[in-house]
């Protein structure tokens, strides 16, 4: 992948991304913006992308609920919760 495909999709799919991240990380602002970062890494890194808009869209949420999971998961471990009430997926 090559960086203007990269900024497409940081243009296309950033709202969405945050969206998804600051659900399951409500109130934690900067951990959002970590898994965030983390998700368009990942994609940058991954090997092939779905070429279907839909199965990219689809990929691309998958992978951002994924690594705020993955936040949320080591905030846990770190003795940092999150009250499952104020989590929107809850």
């Known amino acids: 992948m090559n960086e203007q ?3 497409r999709l940081l243009a ?3 709202g969405a991304v945050r969206t998804v991240c600051r659900g399951i990380l ?5 951990d959002a913006e970590e898994a965030e970062a983390d ?8 090997r092939g992308l ?4 839909h199965h990219l869209r689809n ?6 609920r994924s690594c705020a999971i993955d936040k949320y998961r ?3 471990r770190d003795g940092i919760t999150l009250p499952l009430d104020e989590r929107e997926d809850a």
Do not use: C, K, V
Request: no cysteine; aromatic share 16%.
């Open 5 to 7: 495909e990269l900024t």
């Open 12 to 14: 296309e799919y950033g």
């Open 26 to 30: 409500p109130g934690r602002t900067q």
């Open 39 to 46: 998700t368009f890494f990942r994609i940058w890194r991954s």
């Open 50 to 53: 779905p070429e279907d808009e």
């Open 59 to 64: 990929y691309i949420i998958r992978t951002a």
């Open 74 to 76: 080591s905030l846990s």
